[in-house]
């Protein structure tokens, strides 16, 4: 079992930076890849970032691409996004979520483990 806390998240102004955090429960964790989401009211949840085991393999969408950087330190059994040069559309709730292999890109049904959500606001 794993569990997954999200944390950072608040109202950030257009061009602005916040950083988030996922801390995670569990020995295994550092075994899997990990990834964030995110969702904003009436869309979907969708992919933003992910990266793999051991950190050297990272994905992002195309959205967030040169903006928004995943990180990870295992010892401490927490994923980070640091997200730099906000604008309103970043608006959502962000989710982290611990993946089913070692790497995982964006496909929801390559995660298995999510957390609660943190919101993020950005105001133009």
């Known amino acids: 079992q794993v569990q997954l806390v999200e944390s950072g998240g608040g109202l950030a102004q257009a061009g602005g930076s916040l950083r988030l955090s996922c801390a995670a429960s569990?020995?295994?964790?550092?075994?899997?890849?990990t990834g964030w989401f995110r969702q904003a009211p009436g869309k979907e949840r969708e992919f933003v970032a992910s990266?793999?085991?051991?950190?050297?393999?990272?994905y992002y969408a195309d959205s967030v691409k040169g903006r928004f950087t995943i990180s990870r330190d295992n010892a401490k059994n927490t994923v980070y996004l640091q997200m730099n040069s906000l604008k309103p559309e970043d608006t959502a709730v962000y989710y982290c979520?611990?993946?089913?292999?070692?790497?995982?890109?964006?496909?929801?049904?390559?995660?298995?483990?999510w957390g609660q959500g943190t919101q993020v606001t950005v105001s133009s």
């Open positions: 979520a611990k993946g089913k292999a070692a790497v995982v890109a964006g496909r929801l049904s390559g995660y298995d483990y």
């Open positions: 990266i793999s085991w051991s950190g050297s393999i990272t």
């Open positions: 569990g020995r295994t964790f550092s075994s899997y890849a």
